[in-house]
Protein backbone atom coordinates (compact mmCIF):
# COMPACT_ATOMS: atom_id res chain seq x y z
CA UNK A 1 0.00 0.00 0.00
CA UNK A 2 1.03 3.57 -0.66
CA UNK A 3 0.64 7.17 0.61
CA UNK A 4 -2.21 7.92 -1.98
CA UNK A 5 -2.91 11.58 -3.28
CA UNK A 6 -6.15 13.19 -3.92
CA UNK A 7 -6.61 15.09 -7.51
CA UNK A 8 -2.54 14.20 -9.00
CA UNK A 9 -1.93 10.56 -9.66
CA UNK A 10 1.20 9.33 -8.10
CA UNK A 11 4.05 8.94 -10.39
CA UNK A 12 7.76 6.57 -9.03
CA UNK A 13 10.29 8.47 -8.05
CA UNK A 14 8.36 10.38 -4.48
CA UNK A 15 7.75 10.52 -1.26
CA UNK A 16 4.81 9.56 -1.83
CA UNK A 17 5.90 6.29 -2.96
CA UNK A 18 7.05 5.30 0.29
CA UNK A 19 5.34 1.66 1.75
CA UNK A 20 2.56 2.35 3.60
CA UNK A 21 2.81 -0.51 6.32
CA UNK A 22 0.55 -0.74 9.30
CA UNK A 23 -1.72 -1.84 12.06
CA UNK A 24 -2.48 -5.38 11.31
CA UNK A 25 -0.94 -5.67 7.42
CA UNK A 26 2.56 -4.71 8.73
CA UNK A 27 5.06 -7.69 9.05
CA UNK A 28 5.51 -8.95 12.34
CA UNK A 29 9.59 -8.58 12.38
CA UNK A 30 9.07 -5.19 11.09
CA UNK A 31 7.16 -4.66 13.35
CA UNK A 32 9.56 -4.96 16.23
CA UNK A 33 11.71 -3.27 14.65
CA UNK A 34 10.62 0.28 13.98
CA UNK A 35 11.30 2.97 16.54
CA UNK A 36 8.03 4.77 17.89
CA UNK A 37 9.47 8.32 17.11
CA UNK A 38 6.66 10.18 18.15
CA UNK A 39 6.51 8.18 21.36
CA UNK A 40 10.23 8.75 22.32
CA UNK A 41 10.39 12.42 20.99
CA UNK A 42 6.65 13.40 22.88
CA UNK A 43 7.87 11.72 26.20
CA UNK A 44 11.44 13.67 25.50
CA UNK A 45 9.58 17.23 24.97
CA UNK A 46 7.74 16.67 28.56
CA UNK A 47 11.13 15.42 30.75
CA UNK A 48 11.03 11.91 30.53
CA UNK A 49 13.49 9.85 28.87
CA UNK A 50 12.38 6.27 29.90
CA UNK A 51 8.60 6.07 29.58
CA UNK A 52 6.49 3.60 30.90
CA UNK A 53 4.62 0.86 29.32
CA UNK A 54 1.78 1.40 31.61
CA UNK A 55 -1.99 2.50 31.96
CA UNK A 56 -2.25 5.59 31.90
CA UNK A 57 -2.23 7.56 35.83
CA UNK A 58 -4.80 9.87 37.50
CA UNK A 59 -2.70 12.52 36.28
CA UNK A 60 -2.53 11.95 33.00
CA UNK A 61 -6.05 11.28 32.42
CA UNK A 62 -7.00 14.63 33.91
CA UNK A 63 -4.37 16.23 31.55
CA UNK A 64 -5.72 14.65 28.70
CA UNK A 65 -9.10 15.65 29.74
CA UNK A 66 -8.05 19.13 29.87
CA UNK A 67 -6.68 18.53 26.49
CA UNK A 68 -9.97 17.04 24.74
CA UNK A 69 -11.32 20.28 26.55
CA UNK A 70 -9.34 22.84 24.41
CA UNK A 71 -9.66 20.35 21.01
CA UNK A 72 -13.21 20.90 21.91
CA UNK A 73 -13.46 24.68 21.89
CA UNK A 74 -10.29 25.25 20.10
CA UNK A 75 -12.62 26.90 17.15
CA UNK A 76 -14.45 29.18 19.86
CA UNK A 77 -11.65 29.87 22.55
CA UNK A 78 -9.97 33.30 21.66
CA UNK A 79 -7.35 32.34 24.71
CA UNK A 80 -6.42 29.39 23.07
CA UNK A 81 -6.12 30.75 19.41
CA UNK A 82 -2.84 32.84 18.46
CA UNK A 83 -3.27 35.83 16.09
CA UNK A 84 -1.75 35.39 12.64
CA UNK A 85 0.89 36.93 12.24
CA UNK A 86 0.10 40.44 10.20
CA UNK A 87 2.97 39.74 7.66
CA UNK A 88 1.95 36.28 6.74
CA UNK A 89 -0.95 36.91 4.54
CA UNK A 90 1.40 39.03 2.67
CA UNK A 91 4.01 36.35 2.29
CA UNK A 92 1.33 34.62 0.36
CA UNK A 93 0.15 37.38 -1.21
CA UNK A 94 3.56 37.47 -2.84
CA UNK A 95 3.42 33.76 -3.85
CA UNK A 96 0.30 34.32 -5.77
CA UNK A 97 1.54 37.63 -7.56
CA UNK A 98 4.38 36.87 -10.31
CA UNK A 99 5.26 40.71 -10.46
CA UNK A 100 6.62 41.12 -6.77
CA UNK A 101 10.22 40.84 -6.67
CA UNK A 102 11.99 39.59 -3.22
CA UNK A 103 13.11 43.23 -3.51
CA UNK A 104 9.62 44.49 -3.65
CA UNK A 105 8.97 42.20 -0.76
CA UNK A 106 12.11 43.30 1.46
CA UNK A 107 10.74 46.92 1.10
CA UNK A 108 7.34 46.08 2.25
CA UNK A 109 8.66 44.19 5.08
CA UNK A 110 11.65 47.22 6.07
CA UNK A 111 8.38 49.16 7.78
CA UNK A 112 9.36 46.61 11.13
CA UNK A 113 12.83 47.02 12.19
CA UNK A 114 12.34 44.49 14.71
CA UNK A 115 10.83 41.42 12.33
CA UNK A 116 14.09 42.33 9.95
CA UNK A 117 16.14 42.51 13.11
CA UNK A 118 15.32 38.64 13.89
CA UNK A 119 15.19 38.20 9.64
CA UNK A 120 19.18 39.23 9.34
CA UNK A 121 19.84 36.79 12.33
CA UNK A 122 18.13 34.01 10.96
CA UNK A 123 19.98 34.87 7.42
CA UNK A 124 23.33 34.19 9.46
CA UNK A 125 22.27 30.78 11.18
CA UNK A 126 24.17 28.00 9.78
CA UNK A 127 21.40 26.44 7.70
CA UNK A 128 21.86 29.23 4.86
CA UNK A 129 25.57 28.68 5.02
CA UNK A 130 26.33 31.84 3.23
CA UNK A 131 30.17 32.40 2.35
CA UNK A 132 29.65 36.14 3.88
CA UNK A 133 27.66 37.19 6.73
CA UNK A 134 24.41 38.72 5.85
CA UNK A 135 24.12 42.39 7.11
CA UNK A 136 20.76 44.05 6.01
CA UNK A 137 17.71 42.95 4.20
CA UNK A 138 18.55 43.81 0.91
CA UNK A 139 22.08 41.61 1.12
CA UNK A 140 19.73 38.97 2.08
CA UNK A 141 17.90 39.30 -0.53
CA UNK A 142 20.86 39.42 -2.70
CA UNK A 143 22.21 36.20 -1.12
CA UNK A 144 19.13 33.57 -0.82
CA UNK A 145 16.42 35.28 -3.54
CA UNK A 146 12.77 35.54 -3.62
CA UNK A 147 11.91 32.19 -2.38
CA UNK A 148 14.75 32.40 0.58
CA UNK A 149 13.46 35.52 1.45
CA UNK A 150 9.88 34.35 1.72
CA UNK A 151 11.14 31.45 3.88
CA UNK A 152 13.15 34.04 6.46
CA UNK A 153 10.21 35.90 6.64
CA UNK A 154 7.99 33.33 7.58
CA UNK A 155 10.13 31.71 10.27
CA UNK A 156 11.30 35.27 11.99
CA UNK A 157 7.32 35.59 12.13
CA UNK A 158 5.97 31.98 13.74
CA UNK A 159 9.05 32.17 15.87
CA UNK A 160 7.30 34.26 18.59
CA UNK A 161 4.34 32.26 18.71
CA UNK A 162 6.30 29.04 19.05
CA UNK A 163 8.28 30.73 21.49
CA UNK A 164 5.85 31.38 23.58
CA UNK A 165 6.85 30.22 27.52
CA UNK A 166 4.93 30.37 30.76
CA UNK A 167 4.88 27.05 32.76
CA UNK A 168 6.94 23.97 33.91
CA UNK A 169 6.15 22.19 30.18
CA UNK A 170 6.69 25.02 28.04
CA UNK A 171 9.75 26.31 29.91
CA UNK A 172 11.21 22.87 29.40
CA UNK A 173 9.77 21.93 25.78
CA UNK A 174 9.77 24.85 23.99
CA UNK A 175 13.15 25.38 22.56
CA UNK A 176 12.98 22.24 21.51
CA UNK A 177 9.40 22.51 19.66
CA UNK A 178 11.04 25.83 18.19
CA UNK A 179 14.67 23.13 17.02
CA UNK A 180 12.09 20.92 15.60
CA UNK A 181 9.47 23.20 13.91
CA UNK A 182 12.71 24.62 11.72
CA UNK A 183 14.27 21.33 10.89
CA UNK A 184 10.44 20.50 10.58
CA UNK A 185 10.00 23.15 7.79
CA UNK A 186 13.59 22.60 6.16
CA UNK A 187 12.74 18.84 5.59
CA UNK A 188 9.19 19.70 3.86
CA UNK A 189 10.70 21.91 1.65
CA UNK A 190 13.72 19.59 0.71
CA UNK A 191 10.72 16.85 0.14
CA UNK A 192 8.82 18.99 -1.41
CA UNK A 193 11.49 19.91 -4.20
CA UNK A 194 11.67 15.98 -5.04
CA UNK A 195 8.08 16.23 -5.47
CA UNK A 196 8.07 19.22 -7.80
CA UNK A 197 6.08 21.24 -5.35
CA UNK A 198 6.56 25.33 -4.67
CA UNK A 199 8.96 24.77 -1.36
CA UNK A 200 7.46 27.35 -0.01
CA UNK A 201 3.83 25.60 1.15
CA UNK A 202 6.03 22.66 2.15
CA UNK A 203 8.13 25.05 4.28
CA UNK A 204 5.44 26.85 5.77
CA UNK A 205 3.17 23.37 6.94
CA UNK A 206 6.28 22.10 8.37
CA UNK A 207 7.05 25.61 10.15
CA UNK A 208 3.34 25.86 11.54
CA UNK A 209 2.77 21.78 12.05
CA UNK A 210 3.82 22.59 15.97
CA UNK A 211 1.37 25.35 16.90
CA UNK A 212 -0.99 22.81 18.10
CA UNK A 213 1.97 21.26 20.26
CA UNK A 214 2.31 24.21 21.64
CA UNK A 215 -0.81 25.34 22.61
CA UNK A 216 -1.35 21.88 24.44
CA UNK A 217 1.72 22.90 26.65
CA UNK A 218 -0.28 25.52 27.78
CA UNK A 219 -3.35 23.83 28.39
CA UNK A 220 -1.08 20.98 30.72
CA UNK A 221 0.68 23.68 32.05
CA UNK A 222 -2.92 25.34 33.91
CA UNK A 223 -3.70 21.64 34.64
CA UNK A 224 -0.66 20.80 35.92
CA UNK A 225 -0.32 20.04 39.92
CA UNK A 226 3.16 19.24 40.13
CA UNK A 227 2.79 16.05 41.82
CA UNK A 228 4.25 13.41 39.06
CA UNK A 229 5.36 13.73 35.84
CA UNK A 230 3.58 12.27 32.40
CA UNK A 231 5.66 8.84 32.14
CA UNK A 232 3.31 6.74 30.08
CA UNK A 233 4.10 6.13 26.46
CA UNK A 234 0.08 5.59 26.17
CA UNK A 235 -0.14 9.14 27.37
CA UNK A 236 2.99 10.56 24.96
CA UNK A 237 0.99 8.85 21.86
CA UNK A 238 -1.82 10.72 22.71
CA UNK A 239 -0.63 14.07 23.37
CA UNK A 240 0.88 13.71 19.86
CA UNK A 241 -2.75 13.54 18.53
CA UNK A 242 -4.45 15.81 20.91
CA UNK A 243 -1.61 18.31 19.61
CA UNK A 244 -2.25 17.41 15.89
CA UNK A 245 -5.97 18.11 16.14
CA UNK A 246 -5.35 21.71 17.63
CA UNK A 247 -2.99 22.15 15.33
CA UNK A 248 -5.57 21.73 12.30
CA UNK A 249 -8.11 23.28 14.16
CA UNK A 250 -6.51 26.61 15.28
CA UNK A 251 -4.88 26.86 11.98
CA UNK A 252 -7.86 27.23 10.39
CA UNK A 253 -8.50 30.84 11.72
CA UNK A 254 -5.61 31.89 9.79
CA UNK A 255 -7.57 31.44 6.08
CA UNK A 256 -3.68 29.62 5.13
CA UNK A 257 -4.13 28.17 1.79
CA UNK A 258 -6.37 25.04 1.38
CA UNK A 259 -3.72 23.29 0.41
CA UNK A 260 -2.00 23.20 3.66
CA UNK A 261 -5.17 22.75 5.56
CA UNK A 262 -5.77 19.60 3.96
CA UNK A 263 -2.11 18.86 4.46
CA UNK A 264 -2.84 19.07 8.08
CA UNK A 265 -6.01 17.15 8.34
CA UNK A 266 -4.21 14.44 6.56
CA UNK A 267 -1.58 14.34 9.69
CA UNK A 268 -5.53 14.18 12.02
CA UNK A 269 -6.24 10.74 9.53
CA UNK A 270 -3.14 9.51 9.09
CA UNK A 271 -3.86 6.25 9.97
CA UNK A 272 -7.05 5.72 8.48
CA UNK A 273 -6.91 8.16 5.13
CA UNK A 274 -4.71 8.81 1.98
CA UNK A 275 -2.70 11.72 1.53
CA UNK A 276 -2.85 14.29 -0.25
CA UNK A 277 1.01 15.22 -1.86
CA UNK A 278 1.63 17.78 0.62
CA UNK A 279 0.28 16.04 3.12
CA UNK A 280 2.48 12.86 2.51
CA UNK A 281 5.26 15.49 2.21
CA UNK A 282 4.57 16.61 6.28
CA UNK A 283 4.43 13.34 7.11
CA UNK A 284 7.72 12.12 5.90
CA UNK A 285 9.16 15.41 7.25
CA UNK A 286 7.90 15.63 10.87
CA UNK A 287 8.97 12.06 11.27
CA UNK A 288 12.48 12.61 9.39
CA UNK A 289 13.14 15.52 11.51
CA UNK A 290 12.08 13.69 14.49
CA UNK A 291 14.56 11.34 13.93
CA UNK A 292 17.22 13.34 13.35
CA UNK A 293 16.52 15.44 16.69
CA UNK A 294 16.24 12.24 18.42
CA UNK A 295 19.53 10.73 17.22
CA UNK A 296 21.60 14.04 17.45
CA UNK A 297 20.73 13.62 21.13
CA UNK A 298 21.34 10.03 21.62
CA UNK A 299 17.80 8.79 22.11
CA UNK A 300 17.94 5.98 19.70
CA UNK A 301 19.51 4.32 17.20
CA UNK A 302 20.70 6.49 13.77
CA UNK A 303 18.79 3.60 11.68
CA UNK A 304 16.56 5.53 9.36
CA UNK A 305 14.97 2.30 8.08
CA UNK A 306 13.45 1.92 11.33
CA UNK A 307 11.68 4.83 11.43
CA UNK A 308 8.02 4.17 11.92
CA UNK A 309 5.55 1.48 10.53
CA UNK A 310 4.42 4.51 8.16
CA UNK A 311 8.38 4.57 6.71
CA UNK A 312 9.33 1.12 6.91
CA UNK A 313 10.96 -0.53 4.24
CA UNK A 314 12.98 0.92 1.34
CA UNK A 315 12.63 5.16 2.01
CA UNK A 316 13.32 7.05 -0.93
CA UNK A 317 16.12 8.55 -1.83
CA UNK A 318 14.64 11.67 -1.33
CA UNK A 319 13.78 10.76 2.41
CA UNK A 320 17.36 9.41 2.72
CA UNK A 321 18.99 12.65 1.15
CA UNK A 322 17.00 14.73 3.42
CA UNK A 323 17.83 13.04 6.44
CA UNK A 324 21.58 13.26 5.62
CA UNK A 325 20.93 17.24 4.92
CA UNK A 326 19.34 17.92 8.28
CA UNK A 327 22.33 16.93 9.94
CA UNK A 328 24.26 20.02 8.77
CA UNK A 329 21.07 22.25 9.94
CA UNK A 330 21.44 23.74 13.63
CA UNK A 331 18.83 25.08 16.00
CA UNK A 332 18.60 29.29 15.38
Same mark, same amino acid.
Given at each position: ?247 ? =? ?63 ? =? ?18
Amino acid at each position: MTLLRRRRPPHPDSVAGVPLETGPTARADDARSVVDVDGIYYGWLLGVRSPTDGAMSPLERALLDGLDQAAATARSDSTLVPRVPTVIPRVLKSLRDDQMSGAQLAREIARDPELVADIVRIANSPYYRTATAIRSLEHAVTVLGRDGLRQLIAAAAVKPIISLQAGHFARLAVPRVWAHSQLCAAACACLGRSERLDPFEPYLAGLLHNVGVVVALRVMDACYDSSDAPRSASFHRAFADRARLLSH =RILRYWELPETIMEALDDQVAARSSPMTQLGSVLFAGDQVSKMRMLVDNKLTEDRLDRLTCRLAG =RLTDSCSRCYAELATVAGT
